[in-house]
């Protein structure tokens, strides 16, 4: 009797020891050109925000130690502060000076009141002082943050609110990972490329995982770039795989990493790198292949199944883990999950992948529908699913209302 294959978990386990420090070199970029790269250092302010007290609308600033009694007063406006304007002159006992949303508070004047509490003129301003609290609609200087506080930490992925708040600290760059150099492979003396043939030959079909591959590469953040066929001829695949460890900080290929007499990119890799041929118990894909070449740090190795939707399923697990390990990408995943509206066909005691796309209802419920193909060859399903569900080995049979998690892509 067969012993069960170890569950997805501890194949990573294995595959992460490859990936400990696999972040690359450190570029600087402009902050206009930083969304999407990984932040490098730490986002550290560079002074208190706000910069000064200001204004938290428009109205009129006035000093609350000024009145003690209950009721209207009239109080003289001695002037005006805008912002990028500010007021500069003595505010004398009792006095008020009109002022604008952001405008920097008048020194010793520590309250503002909204200009329709008011009634007012250009020389004078009515209003009940004792209405507003001390301090009321002021932004304090350093409230939001400190000089020297970690705003945004090394290892996130730059969205346009991280490079809006480097903006706003007079940053022109950050300082971000170099995108990780990823050679793309097919593999096997079947394919051939998409325009080479107008019908291909018997027994031939046309090269899908490379293209495949190599968007999903890039979707992920990688300088990718797509190598062709790996033939089945073990002397030109060492030849080609040992000139591309020379330009590349990741080599991913499909196919011919099996046990096939004519699979010879493992047996290759046998001699130029230190790889592991691992199974688990996942369903499309349970095989992969990840190692680094002998002569040095990098490049690292994948080596994906080459069913189409083994190849995807797999690129989204392996390929997608180790660019961001590269890349410097240190957040953790989103966990989302979704209601199954229909049953699918799985087995106990294997995770299955499921191709579907999701809806939701008026409240706003996550509901995952199984496309209604899931052969690990077809592409069908990969051309119109948008999710991948994940079934747990310990489901025997997922029926409708099931609650289950979708596998992270982006």
């Given at each position: 009797m067969k012993s069960p294959l170890p569950p997805l978990e501890d194949v990573l386990e294995h595959f992460d020891r490859y990936l400990v420090d696999a972040a690359g070199a450190v570029e600087l970029v402009s902050i206009w050109e930083s969304v999407g790269r990984i932040l490098a250092h730490d986002l550290v302010a560079t002074e208190d925000f706000p910069l000064f007290n200001?204004?938290?609308?428009?109205?009129?600033?006035?000093?609350?130690?000024?009145?003690?009694?209950?009721?209207?007063?009239?109080?003289?406006?001695?002037?005006?502060a805008?912002?990028?304007?500010?007021?500069?002159?003595?505010?004398?006992?009792?006095?008020?000076?009109r002022i604008m949303t952001g405008a920097p508070m008048p020194v010793g004047l520590d309250t503002m009141i909204q200009i329709e509490k008011t009634?007012?003129?250009?020389?004078?301003?009515?209003?009940?002082?004792?209405?507003?609290?001390a301090g009321a609609n002021v932004r304090l200087k350093g409230e939001i943050y400190k000089e020297n506080d970690v705003l945004v930490k090394a290892g996130t992925r730059i969205n346009e609110g991280t490079a809006t708040l480097a903006a706003s600290m007079g940053l022109p760059?950050?300082?971000?990972?170099?995108?990780?150099?990823?050679?793309?492979?097919?593999?096997?003396?079947?394919?051939?490329?998409?325009?080479?043939?107008?019908?291909?030959?018997?027994g031939k079909i046309f090269n899908s995982n490379g293209i495949l591959m190599h968007l999903l590469a890039q979707r992920w953040g990688a300088d990718a770039t797509y190598l062709g066929i790996l033939p089945d001829d073990p002397d030109a695949v060492k030849q080609i795989l040992a000139d591309a460890t020379v330009n590349f900080d990741l080599i991913v290929s499909s196919g011919g990493v099996g046990p096939g007499d004519k699979d010879f990119t493992g047996s290759v890799l046998a001699e130029l790198a230190t790889v592991e041929h691992r199974h688990s118990a996942m369903r499309?894909?349970?095989?992969?292949?990840?190692?680094?070449?002998?002569?040095?740090?990098?490049?690292?190795?994948?080596?994906?199944?080459?069913?189409?939707?083994?190849?995807?399923?797999?690129?989204?697990?392996?390929?997608?883990?180790?660019?961001?390990a590269l890349s410097g990408h240190t957040e953790a995943d989103p966990v989302r999950h979704a209601t199954l509206t229909a049953r699918v066909r799985t087995r106990l005691g294997r995770r299955d992948f499921i191709a579907g796309t999701l809806s939701t209802n008026e409240s706003g419920e996550l509901f995952f529908n199984p496309m209604s193909g899931q052969s690990s060859t077809s592409l069908v399903?990969?051309?119109?699913?948008?999710?991948?569900?994940?079934?747990?080995?310990?489901v025997e049979k997922p029926e409708a209302g099931l609650v289950i998690k979708l596998l992270p892509e982006d």
């Amino acid at each position: 009797m067969k012993s069960p294959l170890p569950p997805l978990e501890d194949v990573l386990e294995h595959f992460d020891r490859y990936l400990v420090d696999a972040a690359g070199a450190v570029e600087l970029v402009s902050i206009w050109e930083s969304v999407g790269r990984i932040l490098a250092h730490d986002l550290v302010a560079t002074e208190d925000f706000p910069l000064f007290n200001n204004s938290a609308m428009d109205g009129f600033a006035f000093r609350h130690a000024d009145f003690t009694e209950e009721g209207d007063v009239t109080c003289p406006v001695v002037g005006i502060a805008t912002a990028g304007h500010p007021f500069e002159g003595e505010v004398p006992v009792g006095g008020a000076v009109r002022i604008m949303t952001g405008a920097p508070m008048p020194v010793g004047l520590d309250t503002m009141i909204q200009i329709e509490k008011t009634q007012n003129t250009e020389t004078e301003v009515t209003f009940d002082p004792l209405s507003m609290k001390a301090g009321a609609n002021v932004r304090l200087k350093g409230e939001i943050y400190k000089e020297n506080d970690v705003l945004v930490k090394a290892g996130t992925r730059i969205n346009e609110g991280t490079a809006t708040l480097a903006a706003s600290m007079g940053l022109p760059t950050l300082s971000v990972y170099a995108r990780p150099r990823v050679g793309v492979f097919a593999s096997g003396d079947e394919l051939i490329e998409p325009g080479s043939e107008t019908n291909p030959p018997n027994g031939k079909i046309f090269n899908s995982n490379g293209i495949l591959m190599h968007l999903l590469a890039q979707r992920w953040g990688a300088d990718a770039t797509y190598l062709g066929i790996l033939p089945d001829d073990p002397d030109a695949v060492k030849q080609i795989l040992a000139d591309a460890t020379v330009n590349f900080d990741l080599i991913v290929s499909s196919g011919g990493v099996g046990p096939g007499d004519k699979d010879f990119t493992g047996s290759v890799l046998a001699e130029l790198a230190t790889v592991e041929h691992r199974h688990s118990a996942m369903r499309p894909g349970k095989a992969v292949v990840f190692g680094r070449f002998n002569d040095g740090i990098r490049p690292f190795f994948i080596g994906l199944p080459g069913n189409p939707i083994a190849t995807a399923v797999t690129a989204k697990i392996y390929l997608r883990r180790a660019i961001r390990a590269l890349s410097g990408h240190t957040e953790a995943d989103p966990v989302r999950h979704a209601t199954l509206t229909a049953r699918v066909r799985t087995r106990l005691g294997r995770r299955d992948f499921i191709a579907g796309t999701l809806s939701t209802n008026e409240s706003g419920e996550l509901f995952f529908n199984p496309m209604s193909g899931q052969s690990s060859t077809s592409l069908v399903s990969l051309a119109h699913q948008t999710v991948t569900g994940i079934i747990p080995e310990a489901v025997e049979k997922p029926e409708a209302g099931l609650v289950i998690k979708l596998l992270p892509e982006d």
